[in-house]
């Protein structure tokens, strides 16, 4: 069987920084949970991040592989350097997909860790920028396929070819 690799707020997981979540309705991932293809992660919590916490954006507008080169840093809205943790995170997450040969992820949108598309720019007052976040840049760099949640559909096709024999 196939596994997808799914950001934990996605399933209703209450593992947002606000102790929130964002679970995605749709068709495709629900009957994926239902068959347990399912991999839940949240690399916040895995890099050692509490709920709630404080939020938190790459600085500098810069995305996650500027984290990675060391010339960025994950700031979070009390000016703390969580970069650590969102490192630690990404290299569970990526131990995680391994462990279960997983080449495809759905991960939420906007976030540091997740984001694929984009992410915010550092300045904490709600500006979105083209980019992608820690973890989304590492899964990426080891070959991962990674989606955000409004592209569940192109990820099932992407499933659909990758399971034919």
């Known amino acids: 069987m196939a596994y997808i690799l799914v950001s934990s707020c996605l399933l209703g997981?209450?593992?947002?920084?606000?102790?929130?979540?964002?679970r995605s309705h749709h068709?495709?991932?629900?009957?994926?949970?239902?068959a347990g293809k399912v991999i839940a992660v949240c690399p916040e919590l895995a890099g050692g991040l509490p709920v709630p916490r404080p939020a938190a954006e790459i600085a500098q507008?810069?995305?996650?592989?500027?984290?990675w080169l060391r010339t960025a840093h994950v700031i979070?809205?009390?000016?703390?350097?969580?970069?650590?943790?969102?490192?630690?995170?990404a290299e569970a997450a990526l131990r995680l997909a391994q462990k279960f040969h997983i080449r495809i992820a759905i991960l939420k949108e906007g976030s540091p860790s997740c984001g694929?598309?984009?992410?915010?720019d550092g300045s904490f007052?709600?500006?979105?920028?083209?980019?992608?976040?820690?973890?989304?840049?590492?899964?990426?760099?080891a070959g991962m396929q990674v989606f955000s949640e409004d592209k569940i559909d192109e990820a099932a096709a992407l499933l659909l070819q990758l399971e034919q024999p």
Not at 15 to 22: G, I, L, N, P, T
Request: charged content about 20%; hydrophobic content about 35%; aromatic content about 6%.
């Open 76 to 89: 979070d809205n009390h000016g703390e350097d969580v970069t650590p943790a969102f490192i630690s995170g």
């Open 125 to 141: 007052r709600g500006n979105k920028i083209a980019g992608q976040g820690v973890t989304t840049t590492l899964l990426r760099e």
């Open 13 to 22: 997981n209450p593992v947002r920084y606000d102790a929130s979540h964002k």
């Open 61 to 67: 507008a810069a995305g996650g592989k500027a984290v």
């Open 116 to 120: 694929s598309s984009h992410i915010y």
């Open 27 to 34: 068709d495709t991932l629900q009957r994926w949970v239902a």
